[in-house]
């Protein structure tokens, strides 16, 4: 490979740090000096480039070059070979992105988004869906199997729309040297901001805001005060909350000039060390619609479940409620369960399963979001009430998870965990098992660990379901069912010698 293990040309200063250069776009020129995976001494007649292999977990076209190194290269797909340029070498592996695309895939398209090869947000968008979902299927099912964990024969796809899903948003803010504003996302893996002026995975109702708010923002007196916009679509309507780093008079009246004109909720978030809520327009009482057992609920077939700003909220509303519809589906039979619903949030499936008729216990770390799941429990039992006892509690604590187990001596356990998992709930369901286990992840490789303890505690994977969440991202949420062979008997009331 030219130029590895070689000192570089020295290069004249760019003044842009190297913390703020991007990668070129696929098809752009490389910088003289630039690392290249071509071979110098390569005959003219031979192929020039790479051919990529397959992707990696993470979306990037994985490669080896003459010399047998792993390449992982950006923007490259299966069965592509690409004039790849590296631009961070390590021991075991390079990183490099495509200069240029020799042979394409089938399944490559053009990207929907204008802005995609700059914004960090979307980094599948060259893949085809269909592929994108089958990449994703495959890294479940290869964690999986690197853990020991057979999967079923027959797994389950939960997906929605391709473009306007995206229900909620960050945009960052930032104040140039001289006075220019730029508003949009993150690039990848870097804190230099894209300006957004379209985004096709947020929903309509937000998306139309984006260039407004950017003239608001540019229009402000104090802009730099602003640390971030956080964009909500509910039932209600859009909803806009300024993280608002100082307090300042006239930019309030700005805001809510805006807010009017285009009918949003408005709030900020005020101070610096300890901000603090605060509505400037009326309080709304937001809330979104998730699926219940049929006519449990005024409105038949549906729950509303109330949150506030800083609740967590799945982004993709169609996906959400196709997750929560398989819950119900996957643990039949839930007349009288004893069910424990751990990181319970504000509801999303402790209303529907006990909608069902299950007893539910609700645990979530949260206080904030106890009082909301015990307010949403008693909003939505109306002519039939729910059966759901909302706590807090530390979930990563093994003698808390302990105790909750021995107590409540569940028949069906959900836990819809954060990136992070479960080991804790996990290591004491392998030592205290359960009938059934429906684990909802959002992350495939701490799914895969803990999947792994309860295979070894003697469970089984009897369904899986992958959840496209986030189209156009490797980002990928699943859902498994485990069940218990030896505990099953007390699920369906019989005794251990029945």
């Known amino acids: 490979m030219a130029m590895l293990g070689k000192r570089r040309p020295r290069r004249e200063r760019s003044g842009v740090s190297g913390l703020q250069k991007r990668q070129p776009p696929l098809g752009a020129p490389v910088a003289s000096g630039e690392p290249d995976v071509r071979d110098d001494d390569a005959r003219d007649d031979e192929p020039r480039g790479v051919v990529i292999e397959r992707l990696a977990h993470d979306g990037r076209g994985l490669a080896h070059d003459a010399a047998g190194k792993t390449l992982f290269v950006e923007g490259a797909l299966p069965g592509e070979r690409v004039d790849a340029a590296v631009h961070l070498t390590r021991k075991r592996f390079d990183e490099a992105h495509v200069r240029e695309l020799l042979e394409g895939s089938p399944e490559r398209v053009t990207p929907p988004c204008a802005h995609y090869g700059r914004c960090g947000g979307c980094d599948l968008q060259h893949l085809a869906v269909p592929a994108q979902r089958r990449h994703k299927l495959a890294v479940l099912i290869d964690l999986l199997a690197r853990q ?23 945009l960052g803010v930032k104040v140039g040297a001289e006075g220019q504003v730029h508003l949009g996302f993150r690039a990848h893996h870097s804190h230099r901001l894209v300006d957004i002026e379209r985004c096709t995975i947020l929903v309509p109702t937000l998306d139309v805001l984006l260039v407004p708010l950017h003239r608001q923002v540019a229009s402000l007196d104090a802009p730099r005060q602003v640390g ?22 006239g930019d309030r009246e700005r805001w809510l000039a805006f807010a009017a004109q285009h009918r949003l909720h408005l709030a900020w978030l005020a101070g610096r060390e300890s901000p603090s809520l605060e509505w400037l327009t009326p309080t709304p009482a937001l809330s979104v619609r998730v699926p219940s057992a049929s006519g449990a609920s005024a409105a038949a ?115 819809d965990p954060p990136r992070d998992g479960a080991d804790a709930v996990c290591s004491a369901l392998a030592a205290s098992p359960v009938p059934r286990v429906l684990y909802v992840s959002c992350d495939p490789a701490t799914l895969a660990r803990d999947a792994a303890r309860l295979v070894h505690g003697g469970y089984r994977l009897t369904r899986l379901a992958v959840a496209d969440m986030f189209v156009h991202t490797s980002h990928l949420e699943s859902m498994l069912l485990f069940e218990h062979p030896r505990t099953e008997q007390r699920r369906q009331g019989a005794t251990p010698d029945g």
């Open 301 to 415: 077939g549906e729950l509303t479940l109330g949150f506030a700003p800083g609740d967590f909220l799945q982004a993709n509303a169609e996906v959400n409620r196709q997750m929560v519809a398989t819950a119900l589906t996957w643990l039949e039979s839930l007349e009288g369960a004893v069910l424990l619903d751990l990181f319970a949030g504000v509801g999303n499936f402790s209303l529907p399963l006990a909608s069902a008729g299950a007893k539910v216990t609700a645990v979530e770390g949260s206080p904030t979001m106890v009082e909301r799941l015990t307010d949403n429990a008693r909003a939505n039992s109306r002519g039939q009430p729910l059966t759901v006892e909302a706590r807090q509690g530390n979930l990563n604590d093994a003698g808390v998870v302990k105790a909750l187990l021995a107590e409540i001596a569940p028949d069906t356990l959900l836990l």
């Open 148 to 170: 020991g964990v057979d999967t079923p024969d027959e797994p389950q796809l939960l997906a929605g729309a391709d473009h306007g899903y995206r229900r909620r948003a960050r």
């Open 228 to 249: 971030h916009l956080e964009l909500l679509d509910s039932d209600q309507g859009a909803v806009l909350l300024v993280r608002q780093l100082k307090e300042h008079a």
